[in-house]
């Protein structure tokens, strides 16, 4: 059980890790990756820090995460996605967007996965 919680928060990592990168490297394609607009200008460089300052934290604290000690990082890259669920929820709530159910449900998949494997770290001593 241990090694499959470790697994999916390295697998995520990665996936954040790869997400951070493109909004640096590759914004257009980010965007479009998340059925987005490439905005231009001042609004452009908010966008693309902002996201890709979103992906590559939670990439670090999962990645921190799995040494020896530190798991308790698996929690703040937990509440990161339970923030950005609930401000989905209240974007949608206020009018704003669509509901996103499917990133909705996969950030809190992925937090739960996350608390699982901060406790099973932490079990491990």
Do not use: C
Request: aromatic fraction near 16%; charged fraction near 10%.
């Amino acid at each position: 059980m241990h090694a499959l919680f470790r697994i999916l928060s390295i697998l995520a990592a990665l996936f954040f890790l790869w997400s951070g990168a493109n909004w640096v490297f590759a914004p257009d394609q980010a965007a479009k990756v998340a059925e987005m607009p490439l905005l231009q200008g001042i609004a452009a460089s908010s966008q693309i820090a902002d996201i890709g300052a979103f992906f590559l934290s939670v990439a670090f604290f999962l990645g921190y995460g799995q040494l020896r000690g530190k798991s308790h990082w698996f929690y703040a890259a937990a509440f990161m996605l339970f923030i950005a669920a609930v401000v989905r929820f209240l974007a949608w709530a206020q009018g704003y967007a669509d509901f996103a159910t499917a990133a909705v449900i996969a950030e809190i998949v992925m937090l739960v996965v996350f608390v699982i494997a901060a406790q099973l770290r932490e079990d491990e001593g």
